[in-house]
């Protein structure tokens, strides 16, 4: 299953991403594969406990996954720090430079997002997440927010989503990028056809051009899923652009023709990388 079920510790967990967990157990083993990157790669890892978590709560987490919490402590490569030095008035870039300053390569860096609203307004937190996103492109760095899934619906899903659109990790579908464009993996139905229709919202809400959605390991769809698809490229589409839709399994394809996704205008689907 792809997301954060079963979890491993490659480099989907680098860059900005957006765990969207509905479960404890499920934003565990995210975080956990999460820090674990970071330490296989000797960075330094930042982690700013919020007030919905119970204090140690992490720790006990990690070790759960087997994580070696102690000697991470120990040397100084994983570090929890409290919201308020976590979000300085000053900006992330101080808490990014004084870590790269004790000689790691790398920063990870990751809060709650129901954490920070209580020190932030969701106006401020979303320009935080915009800056965040040009240190992720410009510095070492990576960071992991988290979104619990029954509170991130609506318009919040959408902003959210908008500066993450390569980088969710949900249950059964994240994204990715590549040449080719965004790319799609795991499963998409009804459960999870809003998180697809905001990513390809965000992904096409550009100047009328030719985009590709690489659907190769995309496993699943539905309905729901074709309707997220025609929906969140309406714009581009009506405007002139051209979406095409990379390289799908069989099984995906023969659903895209079956609901006609290939005759509406501005789609076309391909059998590989055009």
């Given at each position: 299953m792809w997301g954060v079920d079963g979890a491993t510790t490659g480099p989907e967990w680098d860059g900005h991403l957006m765990l969207l967990h509905e479960s404890a157990a499920e934003r565990q083993a995210g975080v956990a594969a999460w820090v674990q990157r970071g330490l296989d790669l000797g960075e330094k890892v930042l982690y700013a406990e919020g007030p919905d978590e119970q204090e140690g709560s992490l720790i006990t987490a990690l070790e759960a996954h087997e994580v070696d919490v102690p000697t991470a402590l120990r040397d100084g490569r994983l570090t929890l720090v409290p919201l308020a030095e976590f979000y300085p008035a000053e900006g992330q870039r101080l808490v990014v430079d004084r870590a790269l300053a004790e000689g790691f390569p790398a920063v990870r860096m990751s809060v709650g997002v129901l954490g920070a609203l209580t020190i932030l307004s969701p106006r401020h937190h979303l320009s935080v997440e915009q800056r965040l996103e040009e240190l992720v492109r410009s510095l070492p760095v990576s960071v992991l927010c988290q979104y619990a899934r029954s509170s991130t619906r609506g318009p919040a899903l959408r902003d959210a989503i908008g500066v993450h659109v390569p980088g969710i990790r949900e249950t059964c579908f994240r994204t990715g990028e590549s040449e080719l464009g965004l790319v799609l993996q795991g499963e998409v139905d009804a459960c999870n056809a809003e998180v697809l229709e905001a990513a390809v919202t965000a992904f096409t809400d550009v100047p009328p051009r030719v985009l590709s959605l690489d659907l190769a390991e995309l496993t699943f769809i539905d309905a729901a899923a074709c309707r997220a698809l025609a929906q969140g490229s309406r714009g581009l589409?009506?405007?002139?652009?051209?979406?095409?839709?990379?390289?799908?399994?069989p099984q995906v394809e023969r659903t895209l023709c079956l609901l006609g996704l290939d005759d509406l205008p501005g789609f076309q689907v391909v059998g590989e990388s055009p």
């Open positions: 589409r009506a405007s002139g652009g051209r979406l095409l839709l990379v390289a799908p399994p």
